[in-house]
């Protein structure tokens, strides 16, 4: 594998219209729960089966940040992080110069 297949496959694409993260890169995942099913319908109205769902270890300025909820399913060819789902735990997404950062919120 080539340091730009590495990147590649490392990289997710945050979609304001998927309502779940999902990802095909089994290797992304800290655990995968293997007894969770489901299917999701694309754009194109094709389903995918769901095969498991699992957490991701971010590292961060401040420690080890968990996103959860992340369906596994192996026929996808990229990564899709869901803006909506990250908003609805309180993150907050600023998006400049072709890049997204995320934030942690912290309410009183």
Do not use: A, P
């Not at 992304?28 to 270890?57: A, F, H, P, T, W």
């Not at 735990?89 to 934030?103: A, H, R, T």
């Amino acid at each position: 594998m080539t340091s730009s297949q590495k990147l590649e496959d490392e990289t997710w694409l945050l979609d304001s219209g998927c309502s779940n993260h999902m990802t095909g890169e089994k290797s992304l995942l800290s655990s995968i729960d293997y007894s969770y099913k489901s299917s999701v319908r694309l754009g194109d109205e094709k389903r995918l089966e769901n095969v498991g769902k699992g957490e991701m270890q971010v590292l961060t300025k401040k420690g080890t940040m968990k996103v959860k909820n992340i369906y596994y399913n192996s026929n996808l060819k990229q990564s899709l992080l869901s803006i909506d789902q990250m908003l609805e735990k309180n993150y907050k997404l600023i998006f400049e110069d072709k890049m997204c950062k995320i934030y942690e919120t912290l309410f009183c």
